[in-house]
């Protein structure tokens, strides 16, 4: 007799008895934190040479922001321009060495203007504003209020560039922040957007735009906003040689931001990139005295990019216990002696491995209530492989000269 028909039936059977079952439950597993990639004797660079690595790719950068070089970006060029031209009526005069200095001198001239706030009896406050209305620069760099309008965003003419700014995009409201941990009243207080834009035009022409949009949350004067985004970008729209975007979150599981930032002469490039996601819980944020903050795990990563030279840097630390950052703790003594957890990171320079670190980060044996020991440490130093711990690092016992 054929067995298929058993068979048939067995399999039948168990096919429909599996239907019955639920799922089984998989529970997640753990991560494993890999020890990353060892610095190799010959192909790494040198401990002692990175602070001349360093020197180097800043004269690089350096000159690539160089307004008067023949690489520098002629959209660039015309946003400078402008810039002096639009501003040049304002208390501040710009002052440009560099596009990096920018935002500063904005900052300052758009926030310029402040007024004592009535209404708070005996206390004495300091508001300031944002600009409104419209306004035009002369020739001799004299400012003229030629409208009350806009009320919700500035305006700033010259003869042939516009700076507009809207502070309440879509119909979003400001918020006064203050230096006492409220929005209500204090000794100072500064009015910020919480979906603002700004547009640079030269003709109709744009030459430079940024966009940012906040959620403030009640503890923006001690801790920072729940949120935070910001993009921006200089010369042209397309391709923009100097552009940013940055991103902030302070959620109830952690706080996480990042940035990059790109900036394009003719011939060269360059660009930044940092990543941070610190898991945690966070106790009496709006409350100084009290406040806590719990980390358990955390991911941090940079990125520099210049010619020539390319770093870069990673960081994971996993099961992070007995760490607390409070007034209280950090004030105690060896507040870090009891920490455990275990430590993976690395860095690469010209992609190769430059140094690396991966252990425990509990105290070991010697109980000498300085974590680290356990955690090893790897480099290239004079042409020898150096493995020593990160305990002896930070204290100093190890010569890295």
Known sequence: MSKLPSLAVLLGLSLTLSACRPDPIVEPQPEVLTQPAVPVVGQATELQNLPMVADQAARTFSDMLNPSSTDFDPDLTAVLQTFGGVMSGMNQPLRMQSPAQLGQQIKGMLTARSRPASGLGALTTTTTLLPRGTWVAGAQGQLTQTSAQPTDGYILMSSTTALTAEWEVGGSKTVLIDGDGNLTSAAMRVEVPTNARVILTKGTVKRAAAQMTMTPGACVSITGPDALTLTAWAGRESNSPAQLKFSHMWAAT????????????????????????????????????????????????????????????????????????SDTELKARNWFSKVTGTLSASAQHNGKAVMSAFGPLADGADADLLPGDQANVQFVLRGKLIVTNLQALLEGKVALN
């Open 254 to 325: 952690g706080v996480t931001t990042s940035a990059e930032a790109t900036y394009l002469t003719r011939t060269r490039s360059a660009s930044a990139s940092i990543k941070s996601s610190i898991g945690g819980s966070t106790a009496n944020r709006c409350t100084p005295s009290t406040f806590a903050f719990t980390p358990t795990r955390a991911d941090m990563s940079a990125s520099i990019n210049v010619p020539n030279n390319t770093a870069s840097a990673d960081l994971k630390l996993r099961d992070l216990t007995n760490v607390v950052f």
